[in-house]
């Protein structure tokens, strides 16, 4: 069956450090792939979205890379602040799939000043 | 322009019962989608409308159904209510063209006694 598996633990890093948060997925061939920040208590935002032929997106930030041989998606976050403490999404739609994304369970992170 | 609005915010009911929740789109967005968000079970697809139609549907029982408006308005009703239904019930809009980016709504908490 499709899994979407991302690091249940928190990820505690030091404020300026660089966060990198993994998505891994198996049994799917997704077409894009979108991150999602999730503070407590309120909807996702939308992030950044990677196309399957492209290898990396960056937004300020934030930089996303995508390896559809590993089946891997990898979500970063340089010059990190406390600002960004929230629990990130990973979120996969299929070709023909209208707006059905399918979400990963979600990694919070938490940086400390 | 406004974001995507929920009605109510917070509900309790009781096992057996029934309820609708309110959706309304970021104007001009004609695809609402509604996903269920537990603890447990993380963020998962319920269905999606386009055009007063339903597009997509996830894996729920039939006792949860939608509807969309003219309008691109959009409810959705949980009916014989079960202490598994509580949980935060996410809407979220679209463009449609190739326009991929979810833009979600505060959602509505459903407590179920």
């Known amino acids: 069956s499709q899994k979407i598996e991302q690091n249940s633990e928190a990820l505690n890093i030091q404020e300026g450090k660089t966060a990198t948060l993994t998505c891994n997925y198996t049994?799917?061939?997704?077409?894009?792939l979108q991150w999602y920040r999730q503070d407590p208590g309120r909807g996702p935002v939308f992030l950044l979205l990677i196309r399957e032929n492209e290898k990396e997106k960056r937004k300020e930030r934030l930089k996303v890379t995508f390896d559809t041989t590993l089946k891997q998606s990898l979500f970063h976050i340089t010059a990190s602040q406390p600002a960004d403490s929230a629990t990130y999404l990973c979120?996969?739609?299929?070709?023909?799939?209208?707006?059905?994304?399918?979400f990963g369970g979600g990694t919070r992170l938490m940086v400390k000043p | 322009k406004a974001g995507v609005t929920q009605t109510p915010r917070y509900l309790i009911k009781t096992r057996g019962q029934q309820v609708t929740l309110s959706c309304s789109p970021i104007s001009g967005h004609r695809s609402v989608s509604w996903y269920q968000q537990t603890p447990g079970q993380g963020l998962q697809f319920l269905f999606e409308y386009f055009s007063e139609t339903q597009r997509n549907k996830g894996n729920f029982p039939g006792r949860f159904s939608g509807r969309q408006f003219s309008n691109s308005r959009s409810e959705m009703n949980v009916s014989t209510l079960e202490l598994g239904d509580s949980a935060l019930y996410l809407c979220?809009?679209?463009?449609?063209?190739?326009?991929?980016?979810?833009?979600f709504g505060p959602g509505t908490r459903l407590l179920v006694l």
């Open positions: 049994n799917y061939s997704p077409a894009y």
């Open positions: 979120a996969l739609e299929g070709n023909n799939a209208g707006n059905m994304l399918t």
């Open positions: 979220a809009s679209s463009l449609e063209g190739g326009q991929r980016t979810q833009y």
